[in-house]
């Protein structure tokens, strides 16, 4: 069990630019999820896969972000013209059904 | 909806006690309690599920009241490994993910 692995664990860059983030999860876990934390606050519920089905998406998924899971397996975020309001670190989760939910490191973003 | 955590913040000195208290407006069906430190993603405590049993591993240990919609993680004879910040995660009866709390940032100094 390698645990969630994100990549990359730090991204700086201009506003404007779109960048990607991979999470791999636990290798049995059916569910993924997307997570937002920024300083001082608790993490923001983005969105949540089931294998490769995207069943929910936060409000706060503008039409700016999207999430793929293409084979149920890894996940990717993308941010398209990222704004500095975007800055925050993107924490991917997963568990197997509802059961405990893991959380990988965490990708930083800065937008300058 | 966020539940509410109290208090914000904790000073302890090692080897006092804490309790740090999880409250939602919502019914629920689990709750989880993650430790995080500073940079570092949030780790997994523990989960108290709804008619399940009180937690407990180590001194660290956790209450869930289902009918008050409440959860308490109690700390006891705190180490200065134990500081870092506690967030609740409930997990509403119906909903797909866990809503966190703001956190409660736990001190211990020697």
């Known amino acids: 069990d390698t645990g969630v692995s994100q990549d990359p664990r730090h991204k700086i860059t201009k506003r404007g630019q779109n960048v990607t983030f991979r999470c791999d999860p636990i290798s049995e876990h059916n569910r993924l999820y997307w997570y937002r934390q920024t300083l001082g606050q608790g993490p923001e519920f983005l969105t949540y896969?089931?294998?490769?089905?995207?069943?929910?998406k936060s409000r706060l998924l503008s039409d700016r972000f999207s999430a793929e899971r293409p084979k149920g397996s890894f996940s990717t975020l993308e941010i398209q013209r990222t704004e500095q309001g975007d800055s925050a670190m993107y924490l991917c989760?997963?568990?197997?059904?509802?059961?405990?939910?893991?959380f990988g490191e965490g990708s930083w973003l800065t937008v300058v | 909806q966020q539940p509410v955590q109290s208090p914000q913040a904790v000073i302890l000195r090692e080897g006092e006690d804490a309790v740090i208290n999880c409250s939602s407006s919502k019914a629920l069906y689990s709750v989880h309690w993650y430790r995080q430190k500073h940079g570092e993603a949030p780790v997994f405590l523990m989960i108290l599920l709804k008619g399940g049993e009180q937690k407990g591993h180590d001194k660290i240990s956790a209450s869930f009241n289902e009918k008050k919609q409440q959860s308490s993680l109690y700390l006891t004879a705190s180490q200065l490994s134990y500081s870092g910040t506690y967030f609740c995660?409930?997990?509403?009866?119906?909903?797909?993910?866990?809503?966190f709390g703001t956190g409660t940032r736990l001190t211990v100094i020697p």
């Open positions: 995660g409930t997990d509403e009866i119906g909903a797909n993910n866990l809503f």
């Open positions: 989760a997963s568990s197997l059904e509802a059961d405990t939910i893991y």
């Open positions: 896969f089931q294998n490769e089905a995207q069943l929910e």
